[in-house]
């Protein structure tokens, strides 16, 4: 489970001066959204490997550990695994296998899991930067600077606000249940553990529901509606941003004209 110091750590980590980390926020959103919706709709080995490869040098020009890095895409990359692990059972196509009860593995299905893989590998690795080169109030004022929807804004700003503090009454909960015998550890009976996981979820919901009515009175108080406007910084786009931009464009040109290189 994810610490407090761990949030605290990469919130500090984000915040740092470097060649990425002062890009213009905005900038990073969309590079972002581009190297997802591109990684998605190409099914090039190769442009996954060009794609991985420049993600991970930007990861090593923002003084970040790559070893840390491709330890956080590693720990998420087995959840896609366990979606990809069915695709050569149910894809119909060119059978190269046969197990019993009838079950076959089929050629094709064996190339979209790995495709779905390396996909999902670069969308991880492409989100572990941004984090990391992005603090998380910054990511808000990026949807406001954008104009997404100001409801998601909103949302995600008091996320970010609010993370810090649902986490500690989270540990208050947990450090009552250990005081009171509760551990994974013991040898209570697993019904009776399972039991006081469902206590701590509930207790975490209604202090949610309850923090936000609280929340919502007092904004409401001070007048916020619907209509009301958050305060955006106005902060102009350096040289950096734009260049950084322009290279992530190029990239994705050249991956253009490799995925299409063999039809021309």
Known sequence: MVSLNEI????????????????????????????????????NFAIFAILEA????????????????????????????????????????DVIY????GITVTQQGVAFAELLLLRLAVCITS?????????????????RKLHLPKEFGMIFSLFVRFLFLFFDEFEVIRQSQKSRGFGLSNK???????KQFGYLFLMMFLRAYERGE??????????????SQIYT????????????LLITIIIILICIVIEYLPVL
Not at 17 to 38: G, N
Not at 58 to 84: C, E, H, Q, T, W
């Open 8 to 43: 605290i750590a990469q919130d500090a980590l984000s915040s740092k001066h470097s060649l990425l980390h002062d890009i213009d926020s905005r900038i990073k959103l969309i590079v972002l959204i581009l190297v997802i919706v591109f990684s998605v709709s190409v099914s």
């Open 127 to 143: 989100v572990v930067l941004f984090s990391y080169i992005t603090p998380m109030q910054s990511i808000a004022e990026a949807f």
């Open 214 to 227: 609280a929340v919502y009175n007092t904004m409401a108080c001070r007048g916020f509606t619907s209509d």
């Open 54 to 93: 420049y993600l991970l040098i930007l990861i090593y020009m923002s003084n970040i550990s790559i070893k840390d890095a491709l330890f956080r895409v590693l720990l998420i990359l087995p959840f896609g695994f366990f979606i990809a692990i069915f695709q050569p059972f149910i894809q119909p196509g």
């Open 98 to 101: 046969t197990l019993p009860l």
């Open 233 to 244: 910084s106005h902060n102009k786009m350096n040289i950096q941003s734009y260049t950084y």
């Open 188 to 194: 209570a009976p697993y019904k009776w553990k399972l």
